[in-house]
């Protein structure tokens, strides 16, 4: 069992920032990979910003250069820091991890924070 548990959405006015968190605990030998998707209302969730274990880091082009995303191996922690937030970064943000099975990775998903950026 592996559960994933965020912290740190909430409301913000745009041009400000927020920072997430997203902790895994249960069953872990290692992470492939962590990340940040999001889902807006009416729309489809979306990569945000992903890193491996090894550091490489891959985000999408709308948060390239206002949203930094980090790691703690030590910790299966991942930190997502969003700057110059826009409304239209408006959405629920969701942690996933890609982690090692028998049988190949699996991947497991947080219950989701809300961040809402007014404008």
């Known amino acids: 069992q592996v559960q994933l548990v965020e912290s740190g959405g909430g409301l913000v006015q745009a041009g400000g920032s927020l920072r997430l968190s997203c902790a895994a605990s249960?069953?872990?030998?290692?992470?492939?990979?962590m990340g940040w998707y999001r889902q807006a209302p009416g729309k489809e969730r979306e990569l945000v910003a992903q890193i491996t274990s090894g550091g490489r880091t891959n985000y999408a082009d709308s948060v390239k250069g206002r949203f930094t995303i980090s790691g703690d191996n030590a910790k299966n922690t991942v930190y997502l820091q969003m700057n110059s937030l826009k409304a239209e970064d408006t959405a629920v943000y969701y942690c996933?991890?890609?982690?090692?099975?028998?049988?190949?990775?699996?991947?497991?998903w947080g219950q989701g924070t809300q961040v809402t950026v007014s404008s």
């Open positions: 249960g069953s872990i030998v290692n992470i492939i990979s």
């Open positions: 996933n991890a890609l982690i090692p099975t028998m049988y190949g990775a699996s991947n497991y």
